[in-house]
């Protein structure tokens, strides 16, 4: 039987939660993990202070070793997937087991998957009440994730999900009907909800949608969510939560807040936790181009495509304004482009990745704040037109190469002031970014 959980407040260390729809229901933060032989952790990962020291913890290596029904392994290698990534294979049987979990995972491991093996194994099918809820601090990660579970729970009987994302209409799938558009006021017999805090929030106040019942809540990205100044609303969501619900967070890098909302969330989780050296992707070469000044940044970047055999690429740059800019550029020189911001309509932005994916375009300009949930298979190079401004948009910019264990690249393109930051994320991350050779040629 589940051990009880009482909950009231948050710890010090997070800011209080503003009256919301589910003020009043407030939980105590449950006790934090014992670092005992199998919790992976000492100190802080990512972006916290101190090193990792990680310990070992027992890895499965075959879905079949998992305690997975047959419609769901079904669904899994219908889906492509043949055997657990790392994340994966760690991280899944604690889940499975109903312990609450911390797993550090960076883009490209295999995160999203396994969160949705994990809702869709969640699932009574004799209950049609809400009984998973995932959240994601992007309407692209929402869908994605929504996507995925559709696809490995194909074969799960009477299995129905919802995507429910500001912007729009929420998608939803039911087992033998497919997609279709509905009402987003209308969740009734929906099992799990793939959301954005601010949409479950939402639907929360309006009594639409009811999480008494919620057996797991999986929160993705959460450094991304603290990023945003999400807490908030997560801590609304928390307390609406029967004590009893199994929380796991999914987080790439392991910044302070994001450890105290563990602390406040969960009772002695598994903690997956990554050396700060480690936690550049493997597989993904990095390099750098001195390009001297600025001005001379778009003629090394079409001077770069010329040289290096790739289909598609995605350019990243700090902001809408540059975005634009750089757009109108490359278009005019004749590149099919493609622009994601954070000022586009859903419409808009589901209009261009689609394009993208279909490989209309090969070149899209992203900024940060839609670099997650751009998940393109086919994709291995990505270029930082403008160095990120912090240690961990770099760390998620290149997880869109590369993914889950393919082969990728990242090119930076630095100017000679931007150079000690491109130390700095050396420093930090405990690695050397070495200068891109001049006769690389079809290195992809």
Not at 189 to 205: F, H, Y
Not at 270 to 295: C, H, K, P, S
Not at 328 to 348: E, I, T
Not at 398 to 421: C, H, K, N, Y
């Amino acid at each position: 039987m589940a051990k009880e959980k009482a909950r009231l407040k948050p710890k010090s260390g997070l800011s209080k939660p503003a009256l919301s729809p589910v003020a009043g229901k407030g939980h105590a933060p449950k006790r934090p993990s014992n670092t005992n032989g199998d919790d992976t952790a000492a100190g802080r990962g990512g972006s916290g202070e101190g090193a990792i020291v990680p310990q070992a913890v027992s890895r499965v290596t075959s879905f079949e070793q998992m305690t997975l029904r047959e419609d769901v392994l079904r669904g899994l290698f219908a889906y492509g997937y043949e055997r657990p990534s790392r994340v994966q294979s760690q991280a899944l049987p604690a889940i499975l087991s109903g312990r609450d979990v911390l797993a550090q995972a960076q883009s490209g491991t295999g995160k999203t998957s396994m969160t949705a093996i994990a809702a869709v194994q969640a699932v009574r099918a004799s209950s049609s009440e809400l009984q998973v809820l995932i959240l994601s601090p992007t309407r692209e990660l929402a869908t994605q994730t929504h996507d995925v579970i559709t696809n490995i729970g194909q074969f799960v009987r009477g299995l129905r999900s919802q995507c429910a994302v500001g912007g729009g209409s929420g998608s939803s799938s039911k087992k033998g009907q497919g997609q279709s558009k509905r009402s987003v006021n209308s969740y009734a017999g929906v099992q799990i909800v793939s959301a954005t805090p601010g949409r479950a929030c939402d639907l929360l106040a309006r009594g639409t949608l009811t999480v008494r019942k919620v057996r797991l809540l999986l929160v993705d990205e959460a450094d991304e969510m603290m990023t945003r100044g999400l807490q908030e609303r997560l801590y609304d969501i928390y307390r609406a939560l029967d004590s009893r619900s199994q929380i796991v967070l999914v987080s790439a890098t392991m910044p302070a807040d994001v450890l105290a909302m563990t602390d406040a969330f969960t009772t002695e989780p598994l903690r997956i936790l990554v050396a700060r050296d480690a936690l550049t992707l493997e597989g993904i070469r990095q390099f750098y181009v001195d390009v001297g000044t600025e001005q001379w940044k778009l003629d090394a970047l079409c001077d770069l495509y010329e040289r290096i055999t790739v289909g598609q690429c995605v350019v990243f740059v700090n902001s809408r304004k540059k975005c634009e800019w750089l757009a109108r550029q490359l278009q005019a020189l004749g590149f099919g482009v493609g622009v994601l911001h954070g000022d586009m309509v859903q419409r808009d932005r589901d209009e261009v990745m689609r394009t993208f994916r279909a490989g209309a375009s090969r070149v899209l300009i992203a900024t940060d704040v839609c670099s997650r949930g751009i998940d393109v298979q086919q994709l291995s190079l990505v270029l930082n037109f403008d160095l990120p401004r912090d240690p961990e948009s770099y760390l998620h910019r290149i997880g869109r190469s590369g993914r889950f264990g393919r082969r990728g690249m990242a090119i930076s393109l630095v100017t000679s002031e931007e150079r000690a930051q491109l130390r700095t994320l050396e420093t930090f991350f405990s690695i050397r970014i070495p200068a891109m050779p001049s006769d690389t040629l079809d290195v992809l």
